[in-house]
């Protein structure tokens, strides 16, 4: 069965620095793996998407994320982050055969931004 | 604009009611899913739908009815037999594969909150 890990339940970065979360899944074929960021009371807005080619994938909002085979893992970064990047971020992991089967959601990371 | 639709936004209900949530696409998709949401527990599956008339029990279906009637709507309904119902609800639709647009839509969600 498929199942996402993301380690860090709340994080604090102060406003302009790096940010890195973490996100490691487990899947046996070859995963579709995504990034969804939550502002609060709201739906989920995607923020990039790895299906194959180049492990490096950019996103919107100035994200990007890295996929590492060897790991099992697609952690999200941006180099410096905004006011506005507080909210919740959930990484999920589908197949293949997106759109006939249900995608598998981590239980997110909160990201706090201090001035 | 295409989009998902969840109404309404904030919903009260009373202990041992049934309470039906909302939930329009008019991105012709074929598959629409209900998720439930609370806090530290990311998102879990309630229901999904692959075809009009048809639908699979998700992770948590226990206390959930749903229906599938039209393409267009999914709605779902909170039963008396769900033993703890306040929670933030999403509904997603997802496009069928082969479409070239590969992720999921998510509506603005519905927070249930039972007294």
Redo the contacts between chains.
């Keep these: 069965a498929q199942s996402v890990t993301?380690p860090d339940?709340h994080i604090t970065v102060s406003e302009g620095a790096s940010l890195e979360l973490r996100c490691n899944y487990s899947y046996g074929a070859t995963p579709?793996l995504?990034w969804?960021v939550q502002s609060p009371?709201?739906?989920?807005?995607?923020l990039l998407?790895y299906?194959s080619g180049d492990t490096l994938v950019q996103g919107i909002k100035g994200f990007e994320a890295e996929f590492k085979r060897s790991q099992s893992s697609f952690n999200l970064r941006k180099p410096s982050v905004h006011w506005s990047d507080a909210a919740e971020y959930?990484c999920a992991v589908g197949s293949s055969?997106?759109?006939?089967e249900?995608?598998t959601?981590?239980?997110?990371t909160r990201l706090t931004i201090i001035p | 604009d295409g989009g998902?639709t969840?109404s309404p936004?904030y919903l009260f209900r009373k202990e041992g009611q049934n309470v039906t949530l909302s939930c329009e696409q008019n991105l012709n998709h074929?598959?629409m899913?209900w998720?439930r949401q609370d806090p530290?527990?990311?998102?879990r599956?309630i229901y999904?739908s692959?075809i009009v008339n048809d639908f699979q029990k998700?992770d948590i279906a226990e206390g959930y009815s749903v229906s599938r009637e039209k393409k267009e709507s999914f709605p779902l309904t909170v039963t008396s037999a769900q033993k703890n119902p306040t929670a933030?609800y999403?509904c997603?639709s997802?496009?069928?594969?082969?479409?070239g647009v590969?992720?999921?839509f998510?509506?603005?969600?519905t927070?249930l909150t039972v007294v």
């Design positions: 993301q339940i579709y995504f969804y009371g709201q739906g989920l807005q995607l998407k299906f959930f055969n997106f759109g006939n249900k995608l959601f981590g239980t997110g | 998902i969840q936004k074929d598959a899913y998720y530290g527990q990311g998102l599956l999904y692959q998700g933030f999403l997603a997802y496009p069928p594969a082969g479409t590969s992720r999921a998510f509506g603005q969600g927070r």
